[in-house]
């Protein structure tokens, strides 16, 4: 709910695998950009349930493959 309003939003993640970052830098509509460990993450700190979801399914996936 936004503003009293019940919003129906599609979201959507996609996972890059970037052979560099060194010339990674803001554009357009983002400030900045910071990667994380998991161990830094404190997900009560990501208010959308969605993106919580993604993340979370993020590392699960990662935690498999090493």
Do not use: N, W
Request: aromatic content about 16%; hydrophobic content about 40%.
């Amino acid at each position: 709910m936004f503003s009293a309003f019940t919003v129906f939003t599609l979201d959507m993640a996609f996972q890059v695998i970037a052979e560099s970052v060194e010339d990674l830098k803001p554009m357009d509509d983002i400030l900045a950009y910071k990667f994380y460990a998991e161990e830094e993450l404190d997900y009560d700190d990501i208010p959308a349930p969605s993106i919580r979801k993604f993340v979370k399914d993020y590392f699960q996936s990662t935690k498999h493959k090493q």
